[in-house]
């Protein structure tokens, strides 16, 4: 046989055994195609709803990324309320099959908790997933965690030796080693968040507020958002809240945008001296509580609004009773600061001048069962006015003003309404329906600021439309609002309300409070050595409520502004019941707050003298060191950032 016959032989040979190899080659590949087939179809369609609810559990198929707060500024720029970042650290007890006291000692030390806590919360175990059970891997071990201690943490975790050498775990199964390794790696993870921050501490405590933590569903999605629960983290929140990002599947598709922030028109040094001098006060005459309010008159921007006791925002649990801002929620009857809007009335219409004489009685009014605190006889309008006779003041308004005149002017002052600031809880106070002869008694009283309420701010506002030449500003709390680049959103101008008496009559009613601080007047612990103040006192009986006016309690104050001539500042001070054992009038406890804030802000502003053109105010210092170095006592402020620079 030729050699072409012999290889013929072979390939028929060959070719049936081929024939039946591709044949079992090709039954297996299509045996594991169905079979994989029906397995993907059983898990994907049958399974679908379990599979699902397991994987939103397990890994993140959709969810909401916090955003940070906008922050809350003073008029400087400092920082008086900011959103830090903050980590929440998580771990899959799955993976604690071994190893897990070793963990559990590790993260206890590193998050400061207790190791049986973490040791138990690492516990494997098992949870329902509709008809299921699967394995838990998702717990909680710390909320807020600062970026240094979760670093901290994460370091801690990948350098566990779990009580064996190196050497000795080398020579574990492979499936111990990688045990051991996933609890490194993947047994504690984090989640990102936001804690609110307040760098000042107390520093304007009620004013800025405070934020809760509350459960939100967004777009049906479960989010933990912080939201204001008290001054202008509250009243400010729709700017304040930020946008939460979205994540789907792991990957992030909308990044989260950072809330608008808000700049205020107060002064962080400006309210330092001012909560220090009225926590001073509050403590010497053992008052409930007390307040002050430094104001630019010519805008109405308010530069501080001091409350004490004080509130520190960082531990809102902590001061439960502080919370309240005295400045707009309290009402007290004004006193004798009323006596400005009654002078105010009959200098405007003409009913009276300042040195029209009036009879004050001799210190007893039989009509009005009104008293003096000292017996005068005859007095001109003006030392009425310095000598805050009761019986004068009221004697002016019910024999020389109509009650149209004296309704119209209070109103316009702004009693009985709010001011419009953008805080919540502010009251409107009450002024009554003036008749003079169905209720002369109220007239009489309301004339001299009894018998209505008024918040400290009202009073405030009322005296700075003097200082403004007798124009009523809206009070700026807000001077503008700027997103996180730090573009200017909108800018909040100062809002002209009205002109409230004519120029000439605010100019008439400075002259005549000048009397007031001066010698012979009821307050000249308020007088400033280097500026010329007009102010005026009020010292009132507090008014229970179902027992009327209480002895023993009361609400001294004191509200001025200086220099006359070109009115820089307006101050506040009131004191809620001091102890009258010590001293209850205005005049001793509220003027001499008054000087001490005004000389040290005045310093501060670098406000030119009007008493002694040629001093010059101190210079060469910094904002911080320009207050003075007495200790803060028990109000917890911390310096600006920029001022210790």
């Known amino acids: ?6 290889v013929g032989a072979r390939t028929t040979r060959v070719e049936p055994v081929c024939r039946w190899r591709a044949r079992i080659v090709t039954g297996v590949a299509w045996t594991i195609f169905i079979c994989l087939f029906v397995w993907c179809y059983y898990i994907e369609v049958i399974q679908h709803q379990e599979w699902a609810r397991e994987a939103r559990r397990v890994g993140v198929v959709r969810g909401l990324v916090p955003a940070p707060r906008g922050a809350i500024l003073d008029r400087r720029g400092e920082k008086l309320a900011l959103s830090v970042p903050v980590k929440t650290v998580c771990a899959d007890p799955s993976l604690m099959v071994v190893g897990r006291q070793e963990a559990a000692r590790a993260l206890a030390e590193t998050l400061g908790l207790e190791e049986e806590w973490v040791f138990q919360k690492l516990r494997p175990r098992k949870v329902r997933v509709g008809t299921n059970e699967v394995d838990l891997r998702y717990v909680v071990l ?24 190196k050497e000795e775990e080398a020579r574990l199964n492979w499936r111990t080693r990688s ?4 609890i490194r790696l993947r047994g504690v993870f984090d989640e990102d968040g936001f804690k609110r921050g307040y760098p000042a501490g107390s520093l304007a405590g009620q004013v800025v507020g405070f ?12 989010i933990e958002l912080e939201t204001g629960a008290l001054g202008l983290e509250l009243s400010m929140e729709n700017l304040l809240q930020g946008v939460p990002g979205e994540i789907r599947y792991g990957r992030l598709i909308a990044e989260p945008r950072e809330g608008l922030s808000v700049q205020l028109t107060i002064d962080s040094v400006i309210q330092a001296i001012a909560e220090r001098e009225v926590a001073k006060a ?23 609004m001091a409350n004490w006791p004080p509130f520190d925002p960082n531990r809102p649990a902590a001061g439960v009773g502080r919370q309240f801002n005295m400045a707009i929620a309290a009402r007290f009857d004004p006193g004798s600061t009323m006596k400005v809007v009654t002078f105010a009335a009959g200098l405007e219409h003409g009913r009276f001048g300042l040195d029209d004489m009036v009879d004050c009685q001799h210190g007893y009014w039989r009509y009005a069962s009104l008293h003096d605190h000292h017996a005068y006889g005859l007095l001109r309008a003006r030392e009425v006015l310095a000598k805050s006779s009761n019986i004068g003041t009221a004697i002016l308004a019910f024999q020389r003003i109509p009650e149209e005149e004296l309704q119209e002017t209070i109103a316009a002052f702004g009693f009985g309404q709010r001011t419009g600031v953008p805080l919540p809880g502010e009251v409107a106070g009450r ?10 008694m109220d007239f009489a009283r309301v004339a001299i600021g009894h018998a209505m309420s008024a918040t400290p701010l009202q009073v405030a506002m009322a005296m700075s439309a003097v200082a403004n030449h007798g124009a009523y500003m809206r009070p700026r709390l807000v001077a503008r609002i700027v997103d996180a680049q730090g573009r200017v959103w909108r800018e909040v101008p100062p809002i002209k309300v009205r002109q409230v008496i004519r120029p000439e009559t605010a100019r008439l009613l400075a002259e005549a409070l000048r009397s007031v601080v001066a010698e012979g007047g009821t307050a000249p612990g308020a007088a400033l050595a280097r500026y010329t103040v007009a102010g005026k006192t009020g010292t009132a009986q507090k008014v229970v409520r179902g027992r009327g006016y209480v002895s023993g309690k009361y609400y001294a104050s004191f509200v001025g502004f200086f220099p006359v001539n070109r009115p820089r500042l307006c101050i506040l001070v009131g004191v809620d019941e001091p102890n009258p054992r010590i001293g209850y009038y205005g005049s001793v406890v509220a003027a001499p707050v008054f000087r001490a804030i005004a000389e040290q802000v005045a310093r501060y502003l670098g406000i030119l003298p009007d008493k002694a053109p040629g001093a010059a105010p101190e210079l060469g210092r910094t904002r911080w060191d320009m207050i003075v170095s007495a200790p803060l006592g028990e109000i917890s402020v911390a310096p600006p950032q920029s001022a210790l620079r």
């Open 179 to 182: 045990c051991l390794r996933a």
């Open 431 to 440: 002024v009554p329906r003036l008749n003079k002869q169905r209720r002369y």
């Open 211 to 222: 934020v809760r933590r509350e459960p939100r569903t967004m777009d049906g999605l479960p």
């Open 142 to 165: 710390k909320k807020d965690v600062p970026l240094a201690t979760w670093r901290r943490t994460r370091r801690a975790m990948r350098e566990l030796d779990f009580g064996r050498p």
């Open 282 to 304: 509050g403590e010497k005459f053992q008052a409930q509580r007390a307040c002050a309010l430094v104001i630019d008159p010519s805008a109405g921007d308010i530069l501080a």
């Open 1 to 6: 046989m030729s050699a072409k016959e012999k």
